[in-house]
């Protein structure tokens, strides 16, 4: 049967947005193509939080109905995504010099400057400009100074680290997705899965572990090896291959027969700490770590299953022979209402209209239109003024939608610890989100204070993406994280889980810290977009990772319920 065009790529996901951001940096550092330049790191960022079936959009020929996807985008996708190379990307590489390409890298360094430190300083490469950063020379050069050249230095620095190589989450289940349908195709019929770091939810994979269990195992291994996004193999045993695929990243693959699937897929799944455990446990009692089904094993060893999520060796394996395990960890079908919800009046894609009805398509009780406040203006923060207007405009949609649509705010914590809107407009919101967006790097004491000070104002919040990280990007704020959750315990607020794959914070070490206080938590979108609404399933693996229950999470509840539990003014 011949096969729809698009539905066998030669390119995955994140091989396309490096290869659209290449493109980016490409024009960039030309100097002459700032437009263009822009397009393709848009068309990169919408690729990147793309919800919908890529291969399906291809073979639809649907690519420019994405925001910002044009004709030219759109053939560049469908090129890469079908053979695996783009003529546009090869035409353009020759004609950008390789120190321009490679010191465009970081962050701020125009051609103009880099043009600049090859004429001054001789500087031709990544190694040239760290000594000259190191010898205090780079500020020699007009225009850069000594924090220009810390800042030089630090995103050196920041590129040389491990996780460097590693990816986010969707672009490792979209990758893990294409492999195991590859996979599942094999002779004789196959179950593939993703195992690792990606089958426990971390919050970044630094290699693609994937396990088949088949009737013929040496013909599926066969069929495993011709992956089209496998680009090369390193190593190769009977059971295990490991490789890179297209896109860079590691990849191993083992392929035992089905009799032998579940202990592999517990053994490949880890963590190491888990497993080692559970062998001690095994040695002890007599038994060897086999079984039909995953569930078999830990019941052969008198435990129950253990869900992926909390096999990190972290006292799960004690909690589960005290009968002290989480039992009702909180699902994606718990939740019914989506909340941190962003629009066109801020920094969002779409209109309150338009997340509302999609809000609706999911079965959505409730929604929070949850836009940025003054002090965020680079993100377009509603004034009083227009906060008003957005209150006019939620109750004109409302009559025309079924989802209950709650007025909100993702409130700025100021640098005092104060929100950026007065207390009387707090009061008549339904929702509030108080999250840092500046001034990350405060000392541990100032930081301490200002968030102290947050959690001890009287209206009810939100602690919104708590400690500011950006996975793999920025690290977390500094603070004595403990004693802000006690304050937080103390006052009037809740936790935010938040679903954004590039932010997941709280981290699960201290949403375990935020549980055993007593704290509620809301596990939110984040969204910036209708397609970003499906946020809320890496939220709620953050959540389970922290061993998180249904109850615990205000989301879980009714509209009626959740208003009441987090009305600003504690009057609703």
């Known amino acids: ?106 962050p701020r360094l125009g051609l103009d400057k880099i043009a600049a430190l090859h004429a001054t300083l ?26 220009s050249e810390r800042r030089i230095l630090e995103a050196i620095r920041r ?24 996979l599942d ?11 690792g770091d990606l089958r426990r939810w971390a919050e970044s994979v630094d290699e693609l572990s994937l396990v088949v269990g088949s009737d013929r195992p040496s013909d599926a291994m066969k069929h495993a090896l011709q992956a089209p996004l496998l680009a090369d193999v390193a190593s190769r045993g009977e059971e295990i291959f490991q490789g890179r695929l297209a896109s860079g990243l590691p990849v191993r693959v083992q392929v035992v027969p089905r009799a032998a699937y579940a202990p592999a897929l517990l053994r490949a799944t880890g963590s190491t700490a888990h497993v080692q455990h559970l062998e001690r446990l095994a040695r002890a009692r007599g038994v ?37 395990l989480p039992a009702d960890l909180v699902t994606a079908e718990d939740l019914k209402g989506l909340v941190h919800c962003h629009t ?87 929702v509030v989100i108080a999250s840092i967006h500046r001034r990350h790097r405060m000392d541990v004491n100032q930081m301490t204070e200002r968030l102290v000070r947050t959690m001890a104002l009287p209206c009810f919040k939100i602690w919104g993406h708590a400690l500011g990280r950006l996975i793999l990007s920025r690290p977390p704020v ?29 981290a699960p070490r201290w949403l375990k810290a935020a549980r055993e206080r007593g704290l509620a938590f809301v596990v939110s979108t984040d969204a910036h977009s209708v397609g970003e609404l499906g946020n809320v399933r890496y939220g709620v693996a953050m959540a389970r990772r922290g061993w998180i229950g249904r109850d615990a999470v205000l989301n879980t509840r009714n509209a009626a319920e959740f208003v009441r539990a987090v009305a600003p003014s504690g009057r609703r």
């Open 159 to 182: 590129m040389r680290e491990p996780d460097a190589r590693r990816v986010l989450l969707p672009e490792a289940l979209a990758i893990a997705d294409a492999m195991r349908a590859h």
């Open 122 to 147: 001789g500087v031709k490469t990544l190694e040239d400009l760290e000594a000259a950063c190191v010898a205090g020379r780079v500020r020699s050069v007009k225009g850069m100074g000594e924090k």
């Open 1 to 106: 049967m011949k096969e729809e065009p698009g539905t066998t790529p030669r390119a995955d996901r994140l091989t396309i947005v490096r290869a659209l951001r290449e493109m980016a940096g490409l024009l960039d550092a030309s100097g002459q193509e700032t437009f263009k330049a822009r397009a393709y790191a848009r068309g990169a960022e919408v690729l990147e939080r793309l919800d919908a079936d890529l291969g399906e959009l291809v073979a639809r020929r649907r690519l420019t109905t994405l925001p910002g996807i044009g004709p030219a985008l759109a053939a560049m996708i469908t090129e890469l995504y079908q053979t695996g190379r783009s003529q546009t990307l090869e035409d353009q590489r020759p004609r950008v010099p390789a120190v321009a390409l490679e010191l465009s890298r970081i």
């Open 185 to 195: 195709r094999a002779p004789a019929g196959a179950n593939a899965e993703a195992a």
């Open 344 to 430: 066109v009046y801020s920094d969002g894609q779409h209109t309150v209209e338009q997340m509302a009805r999609a809000a609706d398509t999911l079965g959505m009780e409730y929604m929070t239109i949850t836009d940025h406040s003054p002090a965020a203006a680079y993100a377009g923060g509603l004034s009083v003024e227009r906060l008003k207007a957005q209150w006019e405009e939620i109750a004109r949609v409302q009559e025309r939608v079924s989802v209950r649509l709650l007025r909100g705010t993702e409130s700025d914590i100021l640098a005092d610890g104060s929100l950026d809107y007065p207390d009387a407009i707090l009061e008549q919101l339904d």
């Open 288 to 324: 060897r770590l086999e079984g039909e089904s995953e569930a078999d094993i830990y019941g052969r060893l008198g435990l129950p299953f253990i869900p992926p999520e909390l096999r990190e060796g972290d006292g799960e394996i004690e909690a589960a022979t005290t009968g002290a």
């Open 478 to 506: 500094e603070c004595r994280v403990e004693e802000v959750l006690d304050a937080a315990a103390a006052g009037r607020a809740a936790v935010e889980i938040n679903g954004d794959p590039k932010r997941l914070d709280l």
